[in-house]
Nanobody, 117 residues
Framework: QVQLVESGGGLVQPGGSLRLSCAAS????????MGWYRQAPGKQRELVAE???????SYANSVKGRFTVSGDNAKVTVDLQMNNLKPEDTAVYYCNVAQRAYGKNYWGKGTLVTVSP
C-alpha cells in the first residue's frame, strides 16, 4: 500500500524557518488536493495549507504570509516552507493527499515541529 513519508521536522527558535517535505512511496491517481495539517497537544487536527490540482493554494489565517505550500501531483510530493515561526506553531505536522473521488485520504505518520526559545 502507498504511504506518505515526511521529513524536515525539528526544534527551531521563534522567528526561525523550517521546511517540511513529503513524498509518496508509490503512485496515487485522481488527486484532488495535497497539503499539511497539524495537531498540537490536546487540540484537534487542523488544516494548515493546501494546494489543489490547478495549483491554487489556501492557508489557515494563522499562517498566511509566513508559510508557503508547493507540490507536484504527478510526483505526489508536497512541501511546506515555514518562515517566522512562532511558539504557537508547535505541533505534529501531517502530510495529506486527498483522493476525493474515492472518499479517501492518505496520511503521513507525522513530523514534530517545536518552536521554543
Amino acid at each position: 500500500q502507498v504511504q506518505l513519508v515526511e521529513s524536515g521536522g525539528g526544534l527551531v527558535q521563534p522567528g526561525g524557518s523550517l521546511r517540511l517535505s513529503c513524498a509518496a512511496s508509490g503512485t496515487i491517481f485522481s488527486i484532488n488536493a495535497m497539503g499539511w495539517y497539524r495537531q498540537a497537544p490536546g487540540k484537534q487536527r487542523e488544516l494548515v495549507a493546501e494546494i489543489t490540482t490547478d495549483g491554487s493554494t489556501s492557508y489557515a489565517n494563522s499562517v498566511k504570509g509566513r508559510f508557503t505550500v508547493s507540490g507536484d501531483n504527478a510526483k505526489v510530493t508536497v512541501d511546506l516552507q515555514m518562515n517566522n515561526l512562532k511558539p504557537e506553531d508547535t505541533a505534529v505536522y501531517y502530510c495529506n493527499v486527498a483522493q476525493r473521488a474515492y472518499g479517501k485520504n492518505y496520511w503521513g505518520k507525522g513530523t514534530l515541529v517545536t518552536v521554543s526559545p
